[in-house]
């Protein structure tokens, strides 16, 4: 079955650490994203990525990076230099078309915890 | 402003309408969207509806778009418990590079058996 998957469901870490949030596609989409979750404040782009190996910082980018070497993949970092990690991030996918009607899917996202 | 707007809570009983509410902002907007969010997962697109259109029924789901007072609403009929969840609005504006797409807060619907 075609479909978007984050992993790990759960992660925390320490202060000072990075971390990378994984997610990857089946579909064949070309555009991938990064959303940030925070309790009433919707969803916020951090990065997006049209095509390989190329890709654009979103509203909230600072502290974050990204790599898009594979069509299929599309991993985030959570630096250091973030300084409110603490979320729930979730990852979602798009054909070239973009955001269409029915076509863009999330992953079951991850919650990240610094502890 | 930027922002999409919707309230924050709404509870309901089962059985009875629900109503959610959401202001958007851009009436360039192409699409708009509601999208449905269980604990601890992702977000699932419900239904969508397209700027030259004022209403859209499906099943249980009807929403109704006033581009004048940039007003959106999904009213879900004989509400389950199975619908308590939070209810994304969004809104599709058109950009240079890529069209973006804007989400509201989220409006967590409680239904009371």
């Known amino acids: ?115 | 402003g930027e922002d999409v707007e919707q309230s924050l809570f709404l509870s309901v009983r089962e059985g009875d309408s629900s109503v959610i509410n959401c202001t958007y902002t851009d009436s360039s907007s192409t699409y708009l969207y509601w999208y449905k969010q269980e604990p601890g997962a992702g977000l699932q697109l419900l239904t969508y509806i397209f700027s030259n259109m004022d209403m859209k029924q499906d099943q249980r789901l009807t929403v109704l778009l006033n581009k004048k007072d940039k007003h959106l609403s999904l009213r879900i009929a004989d509400t389950q418990t199975g619908d308590s969840a939070i209810y994304f609005c969004a809104e599709r504006r058109k950009k240079t590079s890529y069209d973006k797409v804007i989400f509201g807060p989220g409006t967590s619907l409680s239904v009371i058996p």
């Open chain 1, 1 to 115: 079955d075609g479909g978007i998957t984050q992993s790990p469901k759960y992660l925390f870490r320490k202060e000072g650490q990075n971390v990378t949030l994984s997610c990857e596609q089946n579909l064949n989409h070309d555009a991938m994203y990064w959303y940030r979750q925070d309790p009433g404040q919707g969803l916020r782009l951090i990065y997006y990525s049209q095509i390989v190996n190329d890709f654009q910082k979103g509203d909230i980018a600072e502290g974050y990076s990204v790599s898009r070497e594979k069509k299929e993949s599309f991993p985030l970092t959570v630096t250091s230099a973030q300084k409110n990690p603490t979320a729930f991030y979730l990852c979602a996918s798009s054909p070239p078309s973009g955001w269409g009607g029915t076509e863009a899917f999330f992953g079951q996202g991850t919650r990240l915890t610094v502890v």
